[in-house]
């Protein structure tokens, strides 16, 4: 599999000037779709590493399939406790976490609330701060221990109220450490390259980072030069190619459990980051700041 701009993707070539919403192989064989899910893998020299510091690993990893709920935010939170071995936080084991009547039953009542007129009055939900958010309206148990929980950190990068193109001055902090980083290129995208860093830098220290974007929540759990490696929350055993249906040509690749696209198409619609700032390769312990509201 090449991954980039003009890819080939299963049995096809799919380029820019096919300007499909959405493309959907389904009905993998498990053998055809482990092959293709250790090709994706094989472009991210540090997801074993990531995975192995949790007692996991990428060829038995098991994940929550949203199937066709929009509950991306909620099964990817599900997720990332599950990688990071937190699911005491909901009181209850991994089987109970993953089966459907529990994260649906979570899931549909945060979006019958965020429908409600007197309310939000919004479609769905649209980020972790919403589900974050409403989860604690709620009285959730889950949400009530988040606040409670040793580094837990809910970063958000752009707003919505006032524009998106303003974002989280705090991305400051470490302007020293990206420049270090992307060298020289720097400058030409400072604010995504500070963005980039905020994200590679926990990865590097195996945190990984859930992101929301363009209505979409997954787990980065690995990056390279030019993409970035999500643990995602849809169907095993298929291959799913999505094209953004803005039209400006990024592409959005999946295969059982595991999704890429270019890192910088994510980070100028990154939304908002959920994470554990703890791991054992950290250089020195320091006390997370955990950041609720966004303001500028």
């Known amino acids: 599999m090449k991954i980039g701009r003009s890819e080939t993707i299963?049995?096809?070539t799919v380029s820019e000037a096919k300007r499909e919403d959405y493309k959907f192989t389904k009905g993998l064989t498990s053998s055809e779709a482990k092959k293709r899910r250790l090709d994706l893998l094989s472009k991210f020299e540090m997801v074993e590493s990531l995975f192995k510091h949790y007692g996991h690993s990428t060829a038995k990893w098991g994940w929550i399939n949203q199937g066709n709920d929009g509950a991306c935010t909620v099964a990817s939170f599900l997720n990332l406790l599950h990688l990071t071995k937190r699911e005491k936080l909901t009181g209850k084991s991994w089987t109970e976490m993953k089966a459907q009547e529990y994260w649906q039953k979570m899931y549909y009542a945060m979006n019958d609330y965020i429908n409600y007129p007197y309310t939000y009055n919004l479609p769905e939900l649209r980020d972790y701060a919403d589900?974050?958010?409403?989860g604690l309206v709620l009285?959730?148990?889950l949400h009530e221990n988040i606040q409670k929980a040793a580094g837990f950190v809910y970063f958000p990068v752009a707003g919505f109220s006032q524009n998106e193109n303003n974002k989280n001055r705090l991305i400051l902090d470490d302007e020293k450490a990206?420049?270090?980083r992307y060298g020289t290129v720097f400058g030409k995208r400072r604010v995504l390259h500070l963005i980039g860093h905020h994200i590679?830098?926990?990865i590097d220290r195996n945190i990984p980072v859930g992101l929301s974007f363009n209505g979409h929540a997954r787990v980065v759990v690995a990056y390279n030069d030019t993409h970035l490696?999500?643990?995602?929350s849809w169907v095993p055993n298929s291959d799913q190619f999505v094209m953004n249906r803005r039209g400006d040509g990024y592409m959005d690749y999946y295969i059982d459990g595991f999704s890429t696209m270019e890192k910088f198409m994510v980070y100028k619609d990154c939304r908002d980051l959920v994470y554990f700032e703890e791991a054992a390769t950290k250089p020195a312990k320091k006390k997370a700041r955990v950041f609720y509201e966004l303001k500028f």
């Open 200 to 202: 590679e830098s926990r």
């Open 229 to 232: 490696l999500f643990m995602d």
């Open 178 to 180: 990206a420049k270090q």
């Open 139 to 141: 009285g959730r148990k």
């Open 10 to 12: 299963g049995i096809e």
């Open 131 to 134: 589900m974050l958010d409403i």
